[in-house]
Structure formats: C-alpha cells, structure tokens
C-alpha cells in the first residue's frame, strides 16, 4: 500500500509531462503538413525521370529520346 502513495504521483507527473510535450509540439508546428514529407520520398529531386513526369503532366511534349533509361 505505501507503493501506491509513490507510484501515483509519478504516473500523474508522467502524464502531465506528455500532455505538456503534446501541445508544445501542437504549438510549434510539428503537426501541420502531415502528408508533404509522406510524399516527398516518393519523388527523387535528382531524378531526370520525375521532373519529365512534372513536364508531362503540365502539358509539354517530350521526346522519347530525352527519356531516362529506366532503373534497375
């Protein structure tokens, strides 16, 4: 029974703290663009491929020798 006077207080400062890490990290912006870093892995900057893709889709016409060879 004596634990219990110890291990409660600890669980409730515990919790506050989380709480108190929750919303700075709400405050701070951590939780704003959730889906940019998702898909930005998908899209390589450096690859000739995706900015032919960016291209394409915006309407220009593009050779099929200016294409990348495909990767292995």
Request: hydrophobic share 50%; charged share 20%.
């Amino acid at each position: 029974m004596p634990a219990l006077y110890v291990m409660i207080p600890a669980a409730l400062l515990i919790v506050a703290i989380a709480v108190y890490i929750f919303f700075w990290a709400v405050d701070s912006g951590q939780y704003d663009d959730l889906d940019g870093p998702a898909h930005s892995i998908l899209f390589d900057d450096q690859d000739p491929a995706h900015k032919a893709a960016v291209e394409e889709a915006a309407g220009h016409s593009i050779k099929p020798d200016d294409k990348a060879p495909p990767h292995a």
